[in-house]
């Protein structure tokens, strides 16, 4: 049986002639398989039936051979001229076997860019993975910042109310003692939480005035309510222990003698 030239194949395959010859040439014509591939890889590209920019016998470095170069005159003409006509019979098979191979060719195709569409979502779906976890690790960042802030806000509030308790406490602490003399008049002086009874009485002393005959009788502190009379180991302990903090009112009386 005779075989169809390797152009007339893929002719019969129903590939325009030029691009197929254009194939051929471009694969060194090295059999209709090599042509193929370059067909099924290059059939969307829009220069496809767009004839070589150079001779057909120069492509890919080869030399023409003597009948590439005698033309359509020479020897192959001739060759042509003398080959056998296939039958119809036969003309069929060898197009079943082409298209077998088209056939072939195609799902290799199509399972390459299966292969490649699936690498391409892994990847999309690897990046988009990789930007949710950036974004989870920013997320992350914003809220221990802002937990850290609201920490160092706490703070500060705490420390500005213990300043604010510990001036109130020293207020306190320093309030004015009134202290009520025999005659009816008052003195009024701030002494400091800690400081002795004795303090408050040396004051009173110092400040009540001068008696008539220029005596000074030695004077009893008493608290007003509820009532009691300091003794004189009272007056070696501090106002806080003997509850004259923040305020008080004491009376000063004529000590009796003993």
Known sequence: MAELTALESLIEMGFPRGRAEKALALTGNQGIEAAMDWLMEHEDDPDADEPPAGPLGHTLGREPTPSEQEGPAGPESSAEEGKPILSE???????????????????????????????????RRKQGQELSAARQRLQEDEMRRAAE?????????LAARQRVREKIERDKAERAKKVRLPDGTSLTQTFQAREQLAAVRLYVELHRGEEPGGDQDPVQLLSGFPRRAFSEADMERPLQELGLVPSAVLIVAKKCPS
Request: negative net charge; hydrophobic residues 20%.
């Open 89 to 123: 019979e036969e003309r069929q098979e060898q197009t079943k076997r082409m298209l077998e191979l088209v056939a072939q060719k195609q799902r290799e195709r199509e399972e390459r860019e299966e292969r490649e569409a699936l690498e391409r979502e892994r990847q």
């Open 149 to 157: 802030e609201r920490r160092r806000e706490k703070a500060e509030e």
